[in-house]
């Protein structure tokens, strides 16, 4: 059954606690827990605490991690650099299955310099799923790599390459993010949900407005289409909303927000229901 839910970094400036409140209020089933939440990353990872809020809230029922990636780049040219984004990958794995977490999306790294990337690049990023390759041996947790925007330094950006790791990675599983699918080409999310849908585990659903990305879903036409495209395959993971609140005119109020999650929380039920 699919889980409705939304990225805990939209609720950026507030504590863990008052997170799960407002998910909860909003009516959505799902958290994506971003380990760089700072109540969180801030308070050397205080797991605990989101345990006991998930026990708290036994209406979210669907809990899943993202690893972190601001500063972090595991296939970046400066060896100390890619060394510690791989720790905290394969620390992620622990914590996110310590927290009960259905899935954890990882990011793939990018070339350091805003150019192609080269032998050495990929290089680096076989050595980092090697690393995740290895600690998915030790749980039963969904890793999920998530496409890319189509950059110049991305290392995994279209449909074909994500396909191909997959091929060569059957351990590992695809988060869909669909704004970053969406800065190429509208029809770009419908070409990774047919070539990649088989071993689709989770999905980050937002929209673009011009080259903007990550707006609510809004009751748009396109999305709808993206939501009915998977449901014809039988998609049946989570639809977290990843929302950027400062691509707002003015911050956001913790009941505006609320608000905004229920109008898409609506909408992804009658499009998926």
């Not at 100390?80 to 914590?95: N, P």
């Not at 790791?165 to 509208?186: G, V, Y």
């Not at 080259?211 to 014809?232: F, I, N, S």
Request: net charge negative; proline share 6%.
């Amino acid at each position: 059954m699919v889980s409705f839910g939304v990225s805990s970094m939209f609720f950026h400036e507030y504590t863990t606690p008052e997170i799960f409140s407002f998910v909860s209020r909003a009516g959505l089933d799902g958290i994506e827990y971003w380990l760089e939440t700072p109540h969180f990353w801030l308070r050397d990872l205080p797991v605990q605490e989101v345990i006991s809020c998930k026990k708290n809230h036994p209406e979210i029922s669907t809990l899943t991690v993202h690893t972190p990636i601001l500063d972090l780049n595991p296939c970046s040219i400066n060896p100390d650099v890619a060394h510690i984004s791989v720790q905290y990958a394969v620390r992620s794995v622990a914590i996110a299955e310590h927290l009960g977490a259905h899935t954890l999306t990882v990011h793939p790294g990018r070339r350091t310099a805003k150019r192609p990337p080269g032998e050495a690049d990929y290089i680096r990023f076989k050595q980092y799923v090697a690393a995740l390759r290895e600690a998915s041996t030790r749980n039963s947790l969904k890793i999920c790599m998530e496409n890319m925007e189509p950059l110049v330094n991305s290392l995994l950006c279209t449909p074909e390459r994500v396909r191909q790791l997959l091929d060569d990675e059957p351990w590992l599983f695809f988060t869909l993010d669909t704004s970053h699918a969406l800065a190429k080409s509208d029809e770009e999310p419908f070409r990774y949900i047919e070539l990649c849908h088989d071993r689709l585990a989770n999905v980050h659903i937002s929209r673009k407005e011009g080259k903007t990305l990550h707006y609510p879903l809004d009751r748009t036409a396109l999305m709808a289409e993206v939501m009915h495209a998977l449901k014809d395959v039988g998609y049946n993971g989570s639809l977290m909303l990843e929302i950027d609140d400062l691509n707002f005119p003015h911050p956001l109020s913790t009941e505006e927000k609320i608000a905004i999650l229920s109008r898409d929380r609506v909408f992804m039920h009658e499009c998926m229901g």
